[in-house]
């Protein structure tokens, strides 16, 4: 054989043996998304985080699931499809002055009137703060204070679709002062809108000054924050083997005790280390000691998930002091005579107040869950309703109106109406109180305090007292509208529609034949035009020649004038032929059954029994997906390995057919037997591991099954080298 003929197949060796190399290099010299995201401003993880997508790549459902809350997009950086307000160039005016929001070349500016020692200015939005009831947006300053973002005082009403001042936000005397909300980031939001925090305030050297380089891990509240620093997880599970090893194990080992994984598991904590991760930001805390303020703002808390909240935090109360120079009421005003808060970012405080959480059983996560159910609120599914309460107290379910005293189906029955009445108000609207207690009229009288029994709204009592400011007239009113308006305002909530569904193999009718006419008859008697002999005489020269496309079509369509075959004098090419047809064998008509070489025949036989099941295989899972089956959606490691089994079983079977088709005349006799046994054993092999491993799956690895892939796709590969080599001899 002559080199010009080896070389496509020496080019084949090259290849495989190179592409190995190729795909090394690319991920050595390519881009990484992990470095260029870590790259950008803010963040840094050259500590104990790696950030949310190394976490992807184990728990690829919890990173989606995650994805779709509002803890995800809590801090995002300003783009097309993170900014939320209309920066169209309409101008807003407001509290006696007019702002301008606007875009220019996918950036997204306010053109601001004077505020406070500023003149009227452009303002670039660096930074947006919230992505459900409203979205607020920061400026960056770089000045003698390091580099900072401040408060813009315009935000955007995502449920009402409006701008408004920031001063309308907050049960307080109406003020035109545009820059009184006019925050810090870095020593303000970062603390709970984040993951990873460093605000960085440190001293400058040879000054008594102080500048900030404040960094995160991830903006958004991401995976470390409730889980806690994952690099050492991450080191500890990157090796396949360990990940099976401890997936064999339970994870526990049989023990019903976690197992060291250098991470922190919400659900194997005990109640109280459950609770702090909620309350490490939905419970408004001062150091504890005061003095560690400045650890704070310069390495960030100190708190970590696993652990609990004493000695990092104090929760605030209402007889907490207030740190000097701060107003001494300023505390109290946040709380009813009794204690209970009066605003959200207390539900901590409101949960550990309960009488169900001294009992020892009750936490957060009976009721909220972060990885299901509906983004708004995060209530598990399974716990909607009177569930939350009656998975507990299932007796007082029995008979509802006994222990309601109204009708069972009223909502004067429902658990959270009277247990959990909507006394707090943040964000723009009424939210229920999170200290689950036992309604008591004659206490929340004496009180001062509204409840499921007094319904009116809390904003007309001792809430504004506050907006008895002197100077301020109508204020007081002004804000008590402001409450009721978004006391009986309904939530609004995304609906989905419902999901057509989709049309799957629709089956195939056979053309029915018209029967023949009287012109056809006639014609049959008179021997029939020439186009039909035609067809008559290259039907039999085909069936002499053995072609089995033509023998099919001819016990389809049988020949008009087969019966003029013994006629005296017939000139039909099909003269003779009607006989002798009756002695086909029409089973020994296709390739396979044509081949005298067994191992061929297998090959063609695998190939086609590869894409009888490959094929509808392919539309099952279609299906699956058209009807949502939520077991099939739910993993996205199964759903990607029965992908890949239909895939690579649909091509393999078409390789078995081509490899069968062109074996006599490519492949030695000499190998042929060896060969196209591991041709069959591959592509047998690899749509099997691909299906098995999508079927006893955890969510970040497929299951053993998977080793059959490898198996496979070196029985292929050992198949095309030893045909390559023999070739090239």
């Not at 993951?195 to 991401?222: C, M, N, Q, Y």
């Not at 107040?353 to 509906?374: A, I, V």
């Not at 939520?630 to 091509?651: I, N």
């Amino acid at each position: 054989m002559t080199g010009m003929s080896r070389g496509p197949w020496l080019l084949v060796l090259a290849c495989l043996a190179a592409s190995p190399v190729a795909a090394g290099l690319a991920l050595a010299m390519g881009h990484d998304a992990r470095r260029g995201e870590a790259a950008q401003p803010l963040f840094a993880r050259d500590k104990d985080y790696v950030g949310a997508n190394a976490c992807r790549a184990c728990h690829p459902d919890h990173h989606a699931s995650w994805r779709r809350t509002f803890h995800a997009s809590m801090t995002q950086l300003p783009d097309r499809a993170s900014v939320r307000g209309h920066f169209d160039g309409t101008p807003v005016t407001t509290y006696g002055a007019t702002a301008t929001p606007f875009e220019r070349d996918g950036r997204f500016f306010f053109r601001l009137p004077a505020v406070g020692d500023d003149g009227p200015r452009e303002a670039e939005v660096a930074l947006c703060v919230g992505s459900r009831r409203y979205q607020q947006y920061f400026e960056r300053v770089d000045g003698s204070s390091g580099t900072v973002y401040r408060r813009l005082p315009l935000l955007w009403h995502i449920g009402e679709a409006r701008w408004m001042h920031m001063n309308g936000a907050f049960l307080e005397a109406d003020d035109d002062d545009w820059s009184r909300h006019q925050a810090m980031w870095n020593v303000n939001c970062v603390f709970c809108h984040n993951t990873g925090v460093a605000p960085g305030l440190k001293p400058v050297a040879g000054t008594a000054d102080k500048r900030f380089d404040t960094h995160v891990a991830d903006v958004g509240i991401a995976c470390e924050s409730c889980h806690g620093p994952g690099r050492a997880h991450v080191a500890l599970y990157e090796s396949p083997v360990a990940r099976y090893r401890a997936g064999l194990a339970g994870g526990d080992g049989g023990s019903g005790r976690a197992t060291p994984r250098a991470i922190v598991d919400p659900l194997r904590v005990g109640q109280t280390e459950s609770a702090a991760l909620c309350g490490q930001c939905h419970a408004q805390r001062i150091p504890d000691s005061i003095e560690k303020i400045w650890t704070f703002l310069d390495t960030g808390p100190t708190f970590r998930p696993g652990g609990v909240l004493a000695g990092h935090v104090t929760p605030l109360a209402r007889d907490t002091p207030v740190p000097p120079p701060g107003d001494p009421d300023t505390f109290r005003l946040r709380f009813w005579s009794d204690g209970t808060a009066r605003l959200t970012a207390y539900e901590y405080v409101g949960l550990t107040q309960s009488p169900c959480f001294r009992s020892g059983k009750f936490s957060c996560t009976s009721c909220h869950t972060m990885h299901t159910g509906d983004a708004a609120g995060q209530l598990a599914p399974d716990r909607l309703g009177d569930r939350a309460c009656t998975q507990c107290h299932a007796e007082l379910a029995r008979d509802v109106r006994a222990h309601t005293h109204h009708a069972p189906e009223s909502s004067g029955s429902r658990c959270v109406e009277c247990h959990m009445p909507r006394i707090v108000y943040g964000v723009l609207e009424i939210h229920r109180s999170h200290r689950v207690e036992v309604p008591d009229v004659a206490r929340d009288v004496e009180g001062g305090r509204p409840n499921a029994a007094r319904r009116r709204s809390f904003a007309a009592g001792r809430l504004c007292d506050r907006a008895r400011a002197p100077g301020r007239r109508g204020a007081r009113g002004r804000a008590r509208v402001r409450a009721r308006e978004y006391a009986g305002r309904a939530r609004r909530r995304v609906r989905f529609g419902a999901v057509p569904r989709a049309t799957v193999g629709a089956a195939a009718r056979p053309i029915a034949r018209p029967r023949p006419g009287p012109r056809s008859r006639r014609l049959r008697r008179a021997g029939g035009p020439r186009r039909s002999r035609s067809r008559a005489a290259g039907a039999a020269a085909a069936i002499r020649r053995g072609g089995a496309r033509a023998v099919a079509a001819a016990r389809r369509r049988p020949l008009r004038h087969a019966r003029l075959a013994g006629r005296p004098g017939s000139r039909s090419p099909a003269a003779g032929l009607a006989e002798p047809s009756r002695d086909i064998d029409w089973r020994m008509t296709t390739p396979a059954a044509r081949t005298t070489d067994p191992a061929v025949r297998k090959t063609l036989r695998a190939g086609w029994l590869l894409l009888a099941i490959a094929l509808p295989f392919g539309v099952t899972l279609e299906a699956l997906h058209g009807f949502k089956v939520q077991a099939y959606l739910a993993s996205d490691m199964r759903r990607e390995m029965w992908r890949l089994a239909h895939a690579h079983g649909t091509l393999l079977g078409i390789l078995c057919l081509v490899t069968g088709a062109l074996a006599e005349a490519h492949i030695p006799e000499a190998i042929r037997p060896r060969v196209m046994a591991m041709i069959r054993w591959g592509a047998v092999l690899m749509p099997l591991g691909f299906f098995l491993g999508g079927v006893l799956n955890s969510e970040g690895d497929p299951s053993l099954g998977i080793l059959l892939v490898p198996v496979g796709a070196l029985a292929l590969v050992v198949a095309l080298v030893r045909v390559a080599i023999a070739r090239a001899r």
